[in-house]
């Protein structure tokens, strides 16, 4: 497997994936190849055999200077289970540190349990918030049309 920066040629084979590697309809101007363009030395794509079998976007804070943020990760169905995540989060974590980024965070939905597990199997820690569903600590509205969001906070160690 190589990780490798994520090129806006890229854009058309992440559109296509993301549905079935989702599980659901997934649509997003992130896909876009402007903002591949723009956040190009956070957005990573994991291949084998020269077939993309997983992504991630992020991008560094401009608001705060110490943060990063995982805006999404996908990994083909097929390949779970073999590291593409974990490899494509360390290299985010590492491209964030050589950055002076001591902070990294996402969000997951809260039904979604697997993802909830992995992100603390990474050493994320889960966000208080005021309120829980099914036992979880939720922001509720997080994106402003309604969507509930676990919170996820990982120091780097320095």
């Not at 296509?16 to 649509?27: I, K």
């Not at 965070?105 to 889960?126: E, M, N, Q, Y």
């Not at 309120?131 to 919170?151: A, I």
Request: glycine share 10%; with cysteine.
């Amino acid at each position: 497997m190589i990780i490798r920066h994520m090129e806006p040629e890229d854009c058309g084979a992440i559109i296509s994936a993301a549905p079935d590697w989702w599980g659901s309809t997934y649509a997003s101007d992130m896909f876009s190849s402007w903002y591949i363009h723009h956040f190009r030395e956070t957005c990573l794509v994991a291949e084998q055999g020269g077939d993309m079998i997983g992504f991630l976007m992020g991008f560094l804070s401009q608001t705060v200077p110490d943060e990063a943020y995982i805006r999404i990760v996908m990994v083909d169905p097929v390949a779970r289970g073999q590291g593409v995540g974990r490899a494509l989060y360390g290299n985010f974590f590492d491209r964030a540190a050589a950055s002076g980024r001591t902070t990294i965070r996402c969000v997951t939905v809260p039904r979604k349990k697997d993802s909830i597990a992995f992100h603390t199997k990474l050493g994320f820690s889960i966000e208080p918030q005021e309120q829980e569903l099914e036992g979880v600590p939720v922001c509720l509205n997080y994106d402003g049309r309604g969507g509930n969001r676990v919170m996820f906070k990982k120091l780097l160690v320095r």
